[in-house]
């Protein structure tokens, strides 16, 4: 009798058990929808009351809440909106170089990543460098392991290489030449370079291997390529050195397809900043957002403003 007794507590102990694991699991892995004002997500209990996350670069910053500066014109604000649309983060600006008229228009104000773009960071600290007889011509940079990009074979591990040779390599798109040249100024010195050309809020990585390389603003991007049009930190011999190498890179950024004139730009797929000098009319325009989808249509639509 007191062993049937005993086997029934067990077996009903047993079912409880199955039953409270078979709870659990169903708990864990309902999802609870939240809603608020801005956005909304799904997450999974089993994280939720753990960890809290700020929204990805990718995310719009302020729902449908576009930001133009004081003193923008109005026109141009209103136009550059309307290209954006509201259904992606970014900033946009716009400076006419002929006069003071320019136009900031953004839905997110934070510094965010890019790649490629970052090229006119590096460009501007080199010929700075350079300018002030840190960095000569003669200058010659061994390629070290931690520089070498996998399927790069123009440059050889241990081989030394001029500067000039190094600097073109990048423009077309030597990611292994970028991390050398990166190495050898040191991305503490970009960064003072750049933040005295007006980029304060751009912060350069140590890589060009990273994703993203460097973070930085509309604004930065195009603080930095008026000052070197203007000659204001670099001379007019080093700065017209950085604006030619933009000017000769492989491929040209969507922003400016199709655009006529001289052009001088940088770019990469969520990023793009370039100078144009068309008709007698020469401008700077840049963009962040979180995809190139509007590039093209937005480059075409501030040439209008010009013409």
């Known amino acids: 009798m007191k062993n ?23 708990v864990e892995n309902t999802s609870v929808r939240i809603v608020n004002s801005r956005q909304s997500k799904v997450v999974k209990n089993k994280k939720a009351a753990k960890k809290s996350r700020e929204p ?25 909106e309307q290209v954006m649309g509201k259904d992606k983060s970014y900033q946009v600006s716009v400076q006419d170089l002929n006069s003071r008229k320019f136009a900031r228009v953004n839905n ?33 940079i061994k390629i070290k392991k931690a520089d070498r990009v996998k399927g790069e074979q ?5 081989y030394a290489y001029g500067i000039a040779y190094l600097k073109q390599a990048m423009m077309h798109g030597n990611k292994t030449a970028a991390n050398a040249l990166l190495r050898k100024v040191g991305s503490r010195n970009v960064n003072q370079i750049v933040a005295k050309m007006g980029a304060t809020k751009t912060d350069v990585g140590k890589k060009f291997t990273a994703n993203p390389i460097s973070t930085t603003t509309a604004t930065d991007l195009t603080s ?19 604006l030619t190498a933009l000017n ?27 100078i144009v ?31």
Not at 7 to 24: E, H
Not at 154 to 158: A, E, N, R
Request: net charge positive; hydrophobic share 40%.
């Open 4 to 26: 049937k007794i005993l086997v029934g507590s067990l077996v009903a102990t047993l079912i409880s058990f199955l039953l409270y694991l078979n709870n659990l699991n169903h």
């Open 56 to 80: 990805s670069v990718d995310e719009v910053e302020y729902a449908a809440d576009v930001k133009v500066e004081s003193g923008s014109d109005k026109d141009w604000a209103r136009q550059i």
């Open 108 to 140: 997110t104000i934070k510094a965010h990543g890019i790649t490629v773009s970052s090229r006119l960071y590096l460009l501007a600290a080199i010929y700075y460098q350079e300018q002030h007889g840190k960095l000569t011509s003669h200058t010659a």
């Open 154 to 158: 123009m440059l050889k591990l241990g």
């Open 224 to 242: 930095v390529m008026v000052n070197l049009y203007q000659n204001k930190t670099l001379s007019r011999q080093y700065a017209n050195l950085a």
């Open 248 to 274: 000769l890179a492989q491929s040209k950024p969507k922003l400016v397809r199709g655009l006529h004139g001289q052009i001088y730009a940088a770019s990469d797929s969520k990023s793009a900043v370039a």
């Open 277 to 307: 000098q068309d008709g007698g009319h020469a401008y700077c325009m840049s963009v962040w957002s979180s995809n190139d989808v509007a590039f093209a249509r937005l480059g075409r639509t501030i040439n209008h403003f010009f013409k």
